[in-house]
């Protein structure tokens, strides 16, 4: 997949440096995968009107610092109204976060599909990942890839 001269220059904007760049993509990648999760768990997509499988709902987001390899960077934690949400990319009260660095990047560059993906990331960080996810996560990563949203 090639990037555009508009999807580069968008990704670039305001970064300083190859960190800057690795430091927005990791963050980009995490709250796109806690979504995912919180979507997976709660077995309905954002914004969907139609009925709930559950009564368990969204319930905002609360910020969470985490260090890097890049530095320190604020999160957007996604919430449930029964606190019952236990993110596995990045679970509560971790403080570092170094799974999506530049490893987990260059999987997906290298595009490995997700059976193994889910398999590197049990394999690596003991994570264990249902197929599903990393299937709705590769697509986050996708569309992050190609662009902002309109």
Same mark, same amino acid.
Request: with cysteine; hydrophobic share 35%.
């Given at each position: ?44 997509? $954002?914004? @969907?009107?139609?009925?709930?499988? /559950? +009564?368990?709902? !969204? ?5 969470? =610092?985490? $260090?890097? @390899?890049?530095?320190?960077?604020? /999160? +957007?934690?996604? !919430? ?5 949400? =236990? ?64």
């Amino acid at each position: 997949m090639a990037f555009t001269n508009e999807v580069l220059d968008e990704i670039l904007k305001g970064c300083h440096g190859s960190e800057g760049i690795m430091k927005r993509l990791a963050k980009s990648l995490a709250e796109r995968a806690m979504e995912s999760e919180l979507t997976e768990q709660l077995g309905y997509e $954002r914004h @969907d009107q139609s009925a709930k499988p /559950t +009564a368990n709902r !969204r319930k905002g987001k609360t910020s969470e =610092e985490l $260090r890097t @390899d890049h530095g320190s960077m604020e /999160t +957007a934690v996604p !919430r449930d109204r029964e606190g019952v949400f =236990e993110p596995q990319i990045v679970p509560k009260r971790q403080k570092e976060f170094r799974v999506f660095d530049d490893k987990i990047l260059s999987m997906y560059a290298l595009s490995l599909t997700t059976r193994r993906i889910q398999e590197h990331l049990k394999d690596v960080y003991a994570v264990d990942v249902p197929l599903e996810l990393t299937s709705r996560v590769t697509d986050e990563a996708k569309e992050l890839a190609a662009g902002p949203r309109a």
